[in-house]
C-alpha cells in the first residue's frame, strides 16, 4: 500500500463537503395565526416542557446514535446550560440530551439506495496486487549479476546492499506517498506532484547510497540504484493512480523472466530488458508529475509533518517485519555460523509470494471494512450495536485475509523448486505476520499513525534482538508478529468502534 486510504471518498469533488455534512437547526414552534379559529387563545400547557422538544425534534432523536448527536446540535442551536435549566428544569445541556435520546424510540430508516461511496473495484484491486508481486520477477533477471561464490553477511555478495536499500526505500516511500495523499485530500494536485517530484528522487538516491556504502560487486550495485529509481517512480504512479501505466512498465520485465526458463539469456540482454522496464517507469512518472505541475495550486494549510514521520517509522517497522520473514534463516546463520540449520528454511520464499500476491486482496477487504462500517453507522441504534457490527466486519475481513494468505502458499508451493509444504510453525509465523500487517494498514488508513508505527518497530525490535543473539528465527517470528497482532486487533476494535472514527 502506498500510502493511507482517504478518509472521505470523492473528495475534493464538486458538492462533496455540502454532501459530507449538514448542518440541522432545531425545528421553531409553530405560532397560530391571528384570528385563527381552530387555535385557541391559549394552547394547553405540557407538564413537562421536554415533551414538547421530543416532539419538535423527534426526526432527529430518531437518527442518533449516541446522546452527544443530540447535545451537539442542541448547542449549535444556541441552548445554553442556563436555558437548559431555566426553561426545562435540567441542570445543562448534555443531560437534556440524554433523556431526550432515551424518551424517542431509534426508528432510522437504515441504508439509503445510493451507491456505496466505499465500493471498491475489485478488478482495480487485482491489478495493483499484481503490479505489487511483478517487481519479484526483476530478481531472476538480476540471480547473475551478485557474486554467489563470495559470501557477505551470510548473503552473496550485493544482496545485504540490496535489502539495505529496499528497506530505506520502504520507509522513505510510505511518508512520501502519504504526504502527497495529505495533498490530494486537499484537492492541490499541483503541491502533491511538488511533493513527489522532490521527494521521489531524493528517496532513490538516499536507498541507492546506502547500498552503495555497504558495497559489494559493481553489476549488484548497479541494479541496487536501478531498484531504488524504479520503487520512487512506482510510488509516484501508485500514488497518482497510474497503475496500469505501472503495468506497461513492468511488461519488458515479465517477457524476460519468462524467456529465461526457456533459454538462457545473456547477460548484456537480461540488463537491457532491466534497463527498459526502469526508463519506462522512470519516464511515466516524470510526465504525470509534469502534467501536475500544470495544474493550479491551492491555498492550503500544509499536512502535519508529525503523520508524515510516522508513516515512514511505520513502512520502515512493517518492511523490516516482512524482511525477517524472508531472510530470517539467512541472518541467522550470519550471525551464529555454527548453529543447526532451520528446518524447511526454503518455504519462506512461496510464503513471501503469497504475501505479495495477496496485497491486492488486502487493499480490497480495507475498502469492503470502510463499507460494512459506514453500513454499521446507518442502521445501528445503539454505540454498542455499532461497535458490535464493527467488530464483526473486522474479524470477517481479517479471517478472510488470513485464509486467502495460507491458501496462495499451499497454491505456491508446489511451484517453487526444492521448497517443501510449509509446517504448522512456520504457518503461524506467516498468518500472524499477515494479521499484524492487514490491521496494521487499517488503522494507518483510519489516521491512528504513532501506535501502530510503534507496535510495528516494537515487534521489528524484538526480531532483530533475536536474531542478534542466536536465536530461532521462525520462533522470533511467531513471538514477534504474534505480540504485535495480539496489540493491534484490540486496538482496532476499540477505536474503529467509535463512530467518530467513521465520519
Known amino acids: ?16 463537503a455540502e454532501e459530507t455534512m449538514r448542518l440541522r437547526t432545531l425545528p421553531r414552534r409553530r405560532r397560530p395565526k391571528l384570528g385563527s379559529p381552530t387555535e385557541p387563545e391559549h394552547p394547553p400547557v405540557s407538564a413537562d416542557p421536554l415533551d414538547e422538544l421530543a416532539d419538535r425534534l423527534a426526526e432527529l432523536c430518531a437518527d442518533a446514535v449516541h446522546p452527544y448527536e443530540i447535545a451537539a446540535f442542541l448547542e449549535s442551536d444556541g441552548l445554553t446550560d442556563e436555558q437548559a435549566a431555566l426553561l426545562y ?4 445541556a448534555f443531560t437534556l440530551a440524554e433523556e431526550l435520546f432515551a424518551k424517542v424510540d431509534r426508528r432510522y430508516p437504515g441504508p439509503v439506495s445510493s451507491d456505496n461511496p466505499w465500493r471498491a473495484d475489485p478488478w482495480r484491486c487485482v491489478l495493483r496486487g499484481l503490479v505489487f508481486a511483478l517487481p519479484g520477477l526483476a530478481y531472476l533477471l538480476g540471480a547473475d549479476l551478485f557474486a554467489p561464490h563470495r559470501m557477505r553477511f551470510g548473503m552473496p555478495s550485493g544482496m545485504a546492499a540490496t535489502a539495505a536499500a529496499t528497506l530505506v526505500s520502504w520507509a522513505w516511500n510510505q511518508a512520501l506517498a502519504h504526504r502527497a495523499y495529505a495533498w490530494l485530500s486537499r484537492t492541490d494536485r499541483h503541491r502533491a506532484g511538488l511533493t513527489l517530484l522532490i521527494g521521489a528522487p531524493a528517496g532513490a538516491l538516499l536507498a541507492g547510497g546506502t547500498g ?29 493512480g497510474r497503475e496500469k501505466q505501472l503495468l506497461v512498465a513492468l511488461a519488458p520485465s515479465a517477457v524476460g523472466a519468462l524467456l529465461v526458463h526457456v533459454v538462457q539469456l545473456p547477460g548484456a540482454v537480461r540488463a537491457a530488458i532491466l534497463l527498459a522496464t526502469l526508463a519506462t517507469a522512470v519516464g511515466l512518472a516524470g510526465w504525470d508529475l509534469l502534467r501536475c505541475r500544470r495544474l493550479p495550486a491551492t491555498d492550503q494549510s500544509s499536512p ?4 508524515t514521520l510516522a508513516a515512514g517509522l511505520f513502512g520502515l517497522g512493517v518492511g523490516t517485519l516482512t524482511m525477517i520473514a524472508g531472510l530470517g534463516a539467512t541472518l541467522h546463520h550470519a550471525v551464529s555460523p555454527g548453529a543447526p540449520a532451520v528446518p524447511n528454511s526454503a518455504a519462506a520464499g512461496p510464503a513471501l509470494v503469497a504475501l505479495t500476491l495477496s496485497l491486492g486482496l488486502a487493499e480490497w477487504l480495507l475498502y469492503r471494512y470502510r463499507s460494512l462500517a459506514t453500513t454499521a453507522l446507518r442502521v445501528s441504534l445503539s454505540p ?4 458490535r457490527r464493527t467488530a464483526l466486519a473486522l474479524a470477517g475481513c481479517l479471517g478472510g485475509y488470513l485464509a486467502a494468505v495460507a491458501a496462495l502458499d499451499y497454491a505456491v508451493t508446489p511451484l517453487w523448486a526444492s521448497a517443501h509444504l510449509i509446517s504448522p510453525t512456520q504457518l503461524a509465523a506467516l498468518l500472524l505476520l499477515s494479521a499484524a500487517l492487514w ?16 507496535l510495528a518497530l516494537a515487534a521489528a525490535g524484538f526480531e532483530i534482538l533475536t536474531l542478534l543473539v542466536g536465536g530461532d528465527p521462525v520462533t522470533a517470528q511467531v513471538y514477534g508478529c504474534g505480540a504485535a497482532a495480539v496489540a493491534l486487533v484490540p486496538v482496532a476494535v476499540v477505536v474503529l468502534g467509535r463512530t467518530t472514527r467513521h465520519r
Open 212 to 240: 552503495w556504502v555497504l558495497g559489494g560487486p559493481l553489476a549488484a550495485l548497479l541494479f541496487t540504484l536501478g531498484q531504488s529509481g524504479y520503487l520512487a517512480a512506482a510510488t509516484v504512479l501508485l500514488v497518482l
Open 384 to 387: 454498542g450495536d455499532f461497535r
Open 1 to 16: 500500500m502506498s500510502g493511507p486510504l482517504r478518509l472521505v471518498p470523492d473528495e475534493g469533488t464538486p458538492g462533496w
Open 304 to 307: 502535519s509533518w508529525s503523520t
Open 439 to 454: 490491521t496494521a494498514l487499517l488503522l494507518q488508513a483510519l489516521s491512528v499513525a504513532w501506535r501502530t508505527a510503534g
Open 89 to 92: 428544569g435540567r441542570p445543562d
